[in-house]
């Protein structure tokens, strides 16, 4: 395996320059990769909104007014039809999804059948959804009385019709603002995602985005006083609309719409001339200008409505026709304000009203104190790491050190590459990926030194080393990767982010590891001939010990199940710090423009806005503090009013640097998706284990880390930590790492079970646990190093994640040894459990191998 033809050489080397390649347009701005030749790769990584700063918007569509305006729709059509064909009806109503209504004269029944049949017609889905959707059908459950029911399916259908079209309206009022590279897509049936990078001004977004701006223009009813109307109820086909004023006046509109935003052709934002006040300029598309002319030739010295979303505008007077299709837009505008009414009418309404139900949104300045944290956290975790090894395996160390740094260049040319989102989760993931890649190096170096103890020869021993590492890091490896990909399709955001950092880690790890590691040392072996292993200045396990384990059973078992119990039952009693993802609310992080915040004025004057329980707490800086406000439980949009008072109240004293507002809907479901990606994980690698090993490998792999899950769990309700949706990617990650230091111990348990039929399990158990015992704790030295790292100088906002993986690598080493082994015991294996299957095997192979009957 130390030999490697001239073309392996090339290609193992073609993929680190690749590799750099892909990584080096991170190092330059943008203006100077203008200047590279046009056959260099260009993709530099994408930052997040917590690195850069930005919003992330989650809106959803109510499917009840959805339901509503079809409703009202079809009852219109009913209305149009039965008139049209002159049949006369009563009772015409509509409720839930069915439209009622009744006809007449007995002798109408079949006309009137007849003329509501077009409505039960079915249409085409479209290319996507395919087939024929039939939207409303018709009963008559007696004679004369006729029932339209809207189907399911044609709810669906139109709501699907709903998020396509919102988000296309969404991209063209974004686009407007001069952003870069927003996000706009579609989430489920019913939600879409807006993430904005770099904007410094949320509320405007909102405001933009959450307007339905459905622009109609209509006749104002002089006839009756509006008083009348108000006081008694307004005449048939007429209306009371207010105003946008302050206080709001009343109109009487005509409800027959004139003509309506969709025969709108532009609109600009300008200043009227001869008031030099802010307008709105609007031109009308032929259709929309003909019956604009029309109107206005009818109707001169009557009043008009300019309606936005059932608020008046302005009402003018009509002083002469207005046949040129176009007229201007005044109502007491600011300059912004004019602006973003024009970006609206020029992008199109919304189909329906959208409700905010998540909003995260991370200032400029945090971002780039995020992205200098991340920075620091990884030099540092990296110079411990590369420290370490030297100091452990010397020379090999060195050569391991060298393949780290490829591995994470590769990591960064592929996140490039693939035009990947790096955000705080993403660098804690490649902090992360430099602890764990190292283990696959301690895998093969110490398997190396192990052959070299048992009489190979130098060479020999190396080879052999990597033959039998590789099969162990192919398991742990895959572990780790089944608990990423897991993460990936089940969590969310910055979640997301995470999982793919890791899931790219593991690959370019074992590439590092096994290819590019092996060269490096078949490459001195050829140059140096040793005579002898390198070996580090400092022995961390001594060689050779021959430490008890398993007589340490009962008394390790005692102690977890009786710690498991009680982290159990703390969780059942004692309020775990949920954050704002698993039980709704905002969390607020604002920073003084003084020299320092006011905490205790800043706590009375919060508790003046009646919020609920607001909790105020310094963070960071003494000008730096967190504002958690409960859920305030009446429906999504109440947690949005929240962080507009909070706003209007400290905006002048203090600078937002983050907010994030979860709404009940959204919390709900986080807390749904994360117990789920925790089960399906389990399951999953369950599954591999039991496929790669037997069922007593794959029953005791799960309860140690279930177990380690439940002790992380009872950590985070003893410390009082904030359990957010990074504690389930944590948790995750525990999992992954449990796992694969439990499949190391595994694999060398079930290799000596078929090298020593004779010996007792106790004692195979404890030669297989002296035998990996340097790995386990150098391993964790070294992902423990990384992670203290990230701990100290990775920011707050990491904090509570990093302690969980702390505490999870801890547990998740105590239990590969003291609970995932002698498990094994308890579930009667023996040494000769795996021969049989071995012998199975065989024989199956030499039942299949060509007999040769020799020649006659």
């Known amino acids: ?50 690195l850069q700063g930005g919003v992330h918007l989650q809106l959803k569509l109510d499917r009840k007014e959805l339901v509503e305006n079809r409703l009202e729709s079809v009852r219109d059509e009913v209305r149009r039809l039965l008139r049209a064909d002159g049949i006369g009806y009563t009772g015409l109503s509509g409720r839930d999804q069915t439209v009622t209504v009744r006809i007449r004269d007995e002798a109408d029944i079949a006309k009137a059948r007849e003329a509501l049949a077009p409505l039960t017609q079915a249409e085409s889905g479209g290319l996507l959804s395919g087939g024929l959707i039939q939207e409303v059908t018709l009963e008559e459950p007696e004679s004369g009385l006729f029932r339209l029911n809207i189907t399911d399916e044609g709810i669906d259908y139109r709501m699907s019709q709903a998020v396509s079209q919102t988000v296309e309206v969404l991209r063209g009022r974004i686009d407007e603002l001069g952003t870069t590279e927003p996000v706009i897509q579609r989430q489920g049936a019913d939600r879409i995602i807006v993430q ?16 339905t701006a459905r622009l109609t223009f209509q006749m104002v009813d002089t006839s009756t006083p509006v008083e009348d109307a108000i006081n008694t109820r307004p005449p048939a086909g007429t209306e009371v609309l207010y105003s946008q004023d302050d206080p709001p006046v009343p109109y009487l509109v005509e409800t027959r719409e004139i003509v309506t935003g969709e025969d709108l052709e532009d609109a600009q934002a300008g200043f009227d001339q001869r008031t030099n006040e802010p307008i709105v300029s609007f031109r009308f598309n032929g259709t929309g200008a003909q019956r604009f002319g029309r109107a206005t030739q009818e109707n001169v010295g009557r009043p008009f409505a300019i309606v936005l979303d059932n ?55 945090l971002g780039a104190d995020s992205v200098a944290a991340g920075e620091v956290a990884g030099i540092i975790g990296s110079a411990l790491v590369v420290v370490f090894m030297v100091l452990a395996y010397g020379l090999f160390g060195l050569i391991a050190n060298v393949a780290l740094v490829f591995n994470v260049i ?8 693939l035009g990947a989102t790096l955000t705080l989760p993403g660098i804690a993931g490649i902090v992360l990926t430099v602890g764990m890649a190292v283990d696959s190096n301690v895998l093969i170096f110490e398997r190396i030194r192990e052959e070299r103890a048992a009489g190979r020869s130098v060479i020999q021993a190396i080879d052999t080393g990597f033959q ?35 899931a790219i880690g593991i690959i370019t790890t074992v590439f590092t590891a096994f290819v590019l590691t092996r060269w490096l040392i078949a490459f001195w072996v050829r140059r140096s001939k040793p005579k002898e292993l390198p070996r580090g200045p400092i022995t ?41 993802d698993f039980k709704g609310g905002s969390l607020i992080e604002v920073q003084a423009k003084g020299d320092a915040a006011d905490i205790g004025t800043l706590r009375s004057r919060l508790s003046d806005l009646n919020l609920g329980d607001v909790q105020v707490q310094g963070f960071g800086s003494p000008r730096d503090v967190l504002i958690r406000i409960e859920a305030q439980g009446g429906g999504e949009n109440a947690e949005q009013t929240v962080i507009t008072k909070v706003r209007s109240e400290l905006e002048a004293d203090y600078d937002f640097r983050r907010v994030e507002v979860v709404g009940p809907t959204v919390s709900g479901e986080l807390a749904q998706a994360g117990t789920i990606a925790v089960v399906a994980a389990l399951f999953a690698i369950l599954v591999y284990i039991w496929l790669r090993f037997e069922w007593q490998f794959a029953v005791g792999a799960i309860i ?35 796992l694969n230091d439990t499949v190391v111990v595994y694999d060398r348990v079930r290799e000596n079970l078929r090298r020593y039929k004779k010996m007792s399990l106790p004692e195979l158990l404890d030669l297989s646990m002296n035998q990996t015992l340097p790995r386990t704790i150098q391993t964790s030295l070294t992902t423990v190093l990384a992670l203290l790292a990230l701990f100290f100088f990775g920011g707050e906002v990491l904090q509570s994640f990093v302690a969980a993986m702390i505490f999870g690598v801890v547990v998740g080493t105590y239990s590969s040894i003291f609970i995932a082994a002698p498990l094994l015991i308890l579930f009667r294996l023996r040494p000769g459990a795996l021969d049989k299957a071995e012998d199975k095997e065989k024989q199956a192979t030499a039942n299949t191998q060509p007999v040769d009957l020799g020649t006659s």
């Open 1 to 50: 395996m130390l030999y490697f033809s001239p073309w392996k050489t090339a290609l193992i080397w073609l993929a680190v320059i690749v590799g750099i390649l892909f990584a080096i347009p991170n190092l330059f701005s943008p203006a100077t990769l203008q200047s590279f030749p046009s056959f260099l790769p260009k993709s530099q990584l994408a930052l997040g909104l917590d």
């Open 196 to 211: 904005v990078p770099g904007l410094d001004d949320p509320q405007r977004l909102k405001d933009i985005i959450g307007t």
């Open 311 to 365: 608020q008046v505008i302005s009402a003018p007077v009509i002083r002469e026709p207005i046949l040129g299709g176009s007229g201007q837009i005044s109502g007491n505008f600011t300059v912004e304000g004019a602006n973003n009414l024009a970006i609206l009418l020029r992008a199109g309404a919304l189909p329906l009203t959208p409700t905010f139900v998540e909003e995260r949104t991370v200032g400029p300045s």
């Open 410 to 417: 590769l990591v960064i040319a592929a996140l490039s590459g």
């Open 468 to 502: 039998k590492a590789l099969a162990t890091i192919v398991d742990a490896n895959l572990t780790t990767l089944i608990a990423a990909v897991i993460l990936f399709y089940l969590g969310s955001g910055p979640i997301r982010g995470f999982a793919v950092t890791l």
């Open 540 to 580: 961390f396990v001594p060689e050779g010990t021959k430490i008890g384990f398993m007589w340490l059973r009962r008394i390790t078992f005692t102690a977890s199940a009786a710690t498991v119990i009680l982290s159990m039952v703390l969780f059942a009693t004692v309020n775990m710090n949920l954050g704002i």
């Open 704 to 738: 140690a880390t279930t177990h380690d899950v439940l002790l992380t769990i009872g950590m985070f309700v003893v410390t009082g930590l904030e359990f957010n949706l990074s504690s389930i990617a944590a948790i995750l990650t525990i999992v992954g790492y449990s």
